[in-house]
């Protein structure tokens, strides 16, 4: 049986880490996915050193555990917890990222950019007024599963004291010798967070698939 006690007593303690995790949240999606898109563009630009960066930073992030990296921005960076934990959670999240919205430009007709190029336009304008927007439009689906991950891997903040709400189970089961009924309680928090997100990613979908 779950131990709601738990729940009302520690009530602000849940509500202080489930906060530190939207904004953690909130914060590396936009990180990552500025920084995804970066790197995207980069790994078809022209000029190649600009590939070969892009293209070594995505495979060594993707290849890599996300703990290994939140552990080099605490230890060897010495960045806070928090700034650490959505650090490396955004990097992270933006070698993925960058491989997706790169797939989506690389199914847009190459005629548009070449249209586009034709009537003036510098290769950034192009990305930016012709490409992006409809590879985004492509992408959503796989965008939104790296949203959903981005969420569910913040727990790893916990790890380097990042005041998320794990951090703060970790703390409230220690001190009360209830584990079960804690991270029950947590993963309802997350659910929160999740369930809406997926449900407004795919709202978005069907949006952007009726509007083609």
Not at 67 to 88: D, K, S
Not at 92 to 107: C, D
Not at 162 to 182: E, K, L, N, Q
Not at 184 to 205: D, G, H, K, N, R
Request: with cysteine; aromatic share 14%.
């Amino acid at each position: 049986m779950l131990d709601f006690s738990i729940l009302t007593d520690y009530w602000g303690t849940f509500m202080l880490g489930f906060w530190n995790t939207v904004k953690a949240s909130v914060i590396a999606l936009a990180a990552s996915l500025l920084l995804g898109t970066i790197v995207a563009v980069c790994r078809i630009s022209v000029f190649a050193p600009l590939r070969w960066i892009s293209t070594a930073f995505t495979e060594f992030v993707r290849n890599i555990p996300l703990l290994l990296i939140v552990l080099l921005m605490y230890l060897g960076f010495r960045l806070p917890g928090f700034a650490a934990g959505v650090t490396g959670l955004s990097i992270y999240t933006a070698a993925f990222i960058a491989e997706a919205i790169r797939a989506g430009i690389q199914s847009i007709p190459k005629g548009q950019s070449e249209a586009a190029r034709a009537t003036g336009l510098t290769y950034l304008q192009t990305m930016r007024f012709v490409v992006l927007p409809q590879a985004f439009k492509i992408v959503i689906p796989p965008l939104g599963n790296q949203f959903l991950n981005l969420v569910k891997n913040s727990s790893i903040l916990a790890v380097v004291a990042g005041m998320d709400i794990m951090y703060y189970a970790d703390i409230i089961s220690t001190d009360t010798f209830v584990v079960f009924s804690v991270y029950i309680f947590v993963a309802c928090f997350y659910l929160l967070l999740t369930i809406p997100l997926s449900a407004a990613i795919s709202y978005l979908e069907r949006r952007l698939h009726t509007s083609r």
